[in-house]
């Protein structure tokens, strides 16, 4: 099993950070429906404002590859563009459990 944990930090006023953040979480949780190797999906919204980082993600795929059949899923990549124009830094971990 692998987990894929990605934390995002976002532009814009904080009120703007968060619609983007709550958009993207909606879709995100949507996706082990329509992804088959994507286990579980757990997706949280920064609710400290003295940290900089606004949404962090957490999916369970079952292999290294498979953390790439779910990033280049149209699903997952229409989920990610929703970003687009908001992502200020991106940090990644993949670890095998």
């Known amino acids: 099993m692998v987990k894929h944990i990605v934390s995002f930090k976002l532009t ?3 009120d703007e950070r968060k619609a983007v953040a709550e958009k993207f979480r909606e879709a995100l949780l949507k996706l082990p429906e ?4 994507l286990q579980s999906m757990e997706v949280g919204v920064n609710q400290n404002p003295q940290e900089s980082w ?3 993600l957490t999916a369970v795929v079952p292999t290294m590859e498979d953390v790439a059949t779910y990033a280049n899923h149209p699903a997952h990549v229409a989920a990610a ?4 124009g908001h992502k200020e ?7 095998v459990c």
């Open 89 to 95: 830094s991106r940090a990644c971990v993949d670890y």
């Open 12 to 14: 814009g006023t904080a």
């Open 34 to 37: 329509q992804i088959d190797v």
């Open 81 to 84: 563009a929703l970003l687009n």
């Open 54 to 56: 606004d949404v962090v």
